[in-house]
């Protein structure tokens, strides 16, 4: 892909596309609540002339780009929509043009007329950055060694056919093979040697044994050559294994038609050292293992810097660790070497949702459908995660993003037969996220009997999640049940009735803690630890919104507990001001919820340089709210005599907000808070010109 259609995060201007409440998180969704208005609090020790703006607009820790109250429940629907509902559609076809069902629905991939790559979606990327820079702190990357084995003296890619001549003796055959060179040998134990040669060059080593030996006993044998280095297996498109390969060694053992006692070996290869079993290797375990697939993937970038596998698995795990920036040059760089592989597209859209760039996303998924057509279980994500991005984007378009799940339930449902396991296996991973989307887009939009569809959505997921061969691949089905207990705690908040929450939260939080115990993978440890914390945070936002403030409390201090322990070594400025929101949200609560300045200024001390370090990286279309936040703060400080940081954060706060009004992003009426505010701490410090000059601020043009 040319340079200037790719996407780049540039470092100078990024900026945060976060509301003052939340943050995008591995493209989940949003659980709003209802802003609320304005207001003089009962203050607990003598009068104050301080106006103190409420809590900002409650958003969703899983979006944070846009505040909405939830949506009225409308008569224009009979009943909410529930996966009997999804109709089979004889438009969508699978890769060999096999109709799926009955229907009519048309595809928006329907409409595109070419298969071309997606255009770009942001400025030009700055130079990628060297894959070296990326080792993990306190490893070798090269960890175990990576060096082509020998065999009797002799190494691919560096002996001559003259040293093994040398060496070797004359050959017993010489003959051709595909241009190459090949010498056989035969000795005492191994009748069978063949040695391959190109230019003059040892290019491999097949070595064929007279019967199979089993797995572990050829291991023993080669053990000096294979120097501990670990084996990944070789599956074939049904999921048999038919070999091993040695990733650091260059060595590959390939096996028979299995049997029930075992493994059996009957060719061992030696190569030159490549980049693609590390990459074999790190995509058998970037979902349970992922510090050890990162080691794998730097290791293959280092030998093969073309290998665009290598860099797009290395930003899933990016994205996993919450390494926004990393992740994007990764993908990035993925894309500008094999500009038509889908999902590296799909992995990019992910990105940028997760910077709240939810438009932009939707452009590119949009685009990207036109080049699914090959691969109709990728086709099928792209449709769940647009309905994602249409539930979460600043308009939202709850029947536009049912519309887009009921497409993807359609597609993958055509697929859960492949022949192919893995794309049997995503086409029912598929399913599984778009019902969980339905649920949500349920849970927001304006229908009829919505706790019973969302159930019914729900359930259909549990079903899938609970399918033999999905629990056999954990890759998928380990993290099924968090996400099933978090979306059904999130759908609450879009419920009109105030439904007890209690039983979803707790089993949130047991499915959370039997993730972190089941795992000493750092990485993934951090990743649960997160993930845990936003469900978490959704249960403050429905307990602050039904002002219930002592669970809001209770659970917005084990959020924090949950997140401070997750967001370890996340580079992430996106996550760090999330950080700081929670703690924000939790200081406010105190001083609206129970009128105590003093524990409210507690958290503010933990929000307030967080803020204030990120001020400079914010969107600027956020700066208002931002300033809304410094105001209310500086309320908490004034009363608790704190009086020259309550002035200085209240004029830091103005200053903001009156850029807000500036650029027509804010309401010129929300200065009147910071002005009258500044106006009687200047009185009360006796500065009357100051108080004047505030209680009577310039007409604005």
Same mark, same amino acid.
Request: contains cysteine.
């Given at each position: ?57 409650? &958003? ?11 949506? %009225? ?29 009955? $229907? ?19 400025? @030009? ?35 001559? @056919?003259?040293?093994? =001549? ?12 595909? &241009? ?37 006993? =050829?291991?023993?044998?080669? %053990? ?14 049904? &999921? ?28 061992? $290869? ?51 660790? $919450? ?18 592989? /889908? ?93 969980? &989307? ?11 009997? %919505? ?19 999905? =629990? ?30 209690? /039983? ?9 803690? @039997? ?111 931002? $300033? ?13 005599? @704190? ?18 009004? %500036? ?35 310039? =007409?604005?043009?």
């Amino acid at each position: 892909m040319e340079n200037h259609r790719m996407i780049r995060l540039n470092i100078v201007t990024f900026v945060l596309l976060v509301s003052v409440g939340f943050a995008s998180t591995h493209g989940e969704d949003e659980v709003l609540t209802v802003p609320l208005p304005l207001k003089l609090p009962s203050l607990p020790s003598k009068p104050s002339p301080l106006l103190l703006p409420d809590e900002l607009p409650f &958003g969703s820790v899983m979006s944070g780009s846009r505040d909405i109250e939830p949506p %009225k429940v409308s008569r224009r629907y009979i009943d909410s929509p529930t996966p009997d509902d999804v109709p089979s559609s004889p438009l969508i076809r699978t890769a060999d043009g096999d109709p799926g069902g009955g $229907g009519s629905t048309i595809l928006v991939s329907d409409m595109l007329e070419t298969a071309a790559a997606p255009r770009p979606v942001a400025p @030009q990327p700055r130079p990628i950055a060297d894959s070296s820079q990326h080792a993990l702190p306190g490893t070798d990357p090269f960890h175990p060694p990576v060096q082509t084995a020998s065999f009797r003296g002799v190494i691919p890619g560096e002996s001559l @056919q003259a040293d093994v =001549v040398e060496h070797w003796g004359a050959p017993r055959k010489t003959t051709v093979v595909n &241009g190459q060179t090949v010498h056989l040998y035969s000795n005492e134990i191994l009748n069978h040697i063949e040695v391959f040669f190109k230019d003059g060059l040892v290019s491999s080593i097949v070595v064929r044994l007279d019967e199979p030996f089993p797995v572990r006993q =050829v291991r023993e044998v080669f %053990k000096a050559e294979l120097q501990e280095a670990r084996p990944v297996r070789i599956p074939n498109e049904s &999921g048999e294994i038919i070999g091993e390969v040695f990733p650091e060694k260059g060595v590959i053992f390939l096996f028979t038609p299995q049997e029930e006692d075992g493994l059996f070996v009957k060719q061992i $290869g030696f190569e030159p050292v490549t980049s693609e079993p590390f990459v074999l290797r790190a995509e058998a375990t970037l979902n349970d293992q992922p510090t050890e697939a990162k080691r794998d993937l730097l290791d293959a970038v280092r030998v093969n810097s073309e290998d665009a596998k290598a860099f797009w698995l290395l930003a899933q795990i990016e994205l996993m660790e $919450g390494n926004i920036e990393s992740a994007m040059v990764n993908a990035e760089r993925a894309i500008r070497l094999d500009e038509k592989r /889908p999902a590296y597209h799909i992995t990019l859209a992910k990105i940028l949702a997760r910077l709240n760039r939810c438009e932009e996303a939707k452009l590119y998924l949009e685009e990207t459908l036109g080049i699914c057509d090959r691969v109709p279980h990728e086709k099928a994500q792209v449709m769940s995660m647009l309905g994602d991005l249409y539930r979460t984007s600043t308009n939202p378009d709850y029947e536009v993003a049912i519309s887009f799940h009921s497409d993807a339930i359609r597609l993958a449902s055509t697929l859960i037969e492949h022949p192919n396991q893995t794309i049997r296996q995503s086409a029912k991973d598929v399913l599984f996220e778009a019902h969980l &989307g339905a649920a949500r887009d349920v849970a927001w939009g304006r229908w009829d009997k %919505k706790e019973e569809s969302i159930a019914k959505w729900i359930d259909k997921a549990r079903e899938i999640a609970n399918d033999p061969e999905m =629990v056999a691949a954990k890759r998928y089905s380990r993290e099924y049940p968090l996400k099933i207990a978090v979306c059904a705690l999130a759908s609450q908040v879009g419920l009109s009735e105030m439904k007890e929450i209690e /039983p979803f939260i707790r089993e949130v939080i047991n499915i959370g803690e @039997q993730l972190i115990r089941s795992t000493r993978d750092p990485i993934l440890l951090r990743k649960y630890q997160w993930e845990t914390s936003l469900s978490l945070y959704d249960a403050v936002q429905i307990y602050q919104l039904r002002k219930k403030y002592t669970p809001a409390l209770k659970y917005g201090e084990i959020a924090a507990d949950y997140m401070e322990s997750g967001i370890k070594e996340r580079r992430s400025d996106t996550d760090l001001y999330l950080l700081g929101r929670l703690y924000f949200r939790l200081g406010a609560i105190h001083a609206i919820g129970n009128k105590n300045h003093r524990a409210a200024i507690e958290w503010f001390d933990r929000a307030k340089p967080i803020f204030e370090d990120l001020q400079t990286k914010i969107n600027p279309e956020e700066l208002g709210r931002l $300033g809304e936040t410094f105001v209310s703060m500086g309320v908490s400080y004034w009363m608790t005599e @704190q009086r020259e940081e309550a002035v200085r954060l209240t004029e830091r706060g103005l200053r903001l907000v009156e850029h807000g009004v %500036k650029v027509g992003i804010i309401d010129e009426t929300v200065l009147a808070i910071p002005y009258m505010n500044l106006a009687n701490m200047y009185k009360e410090l006796g500065n009357h010109e100051a108080a004047r000059r505030y209680a009577n601020p310039p =007409v604005r043009k």
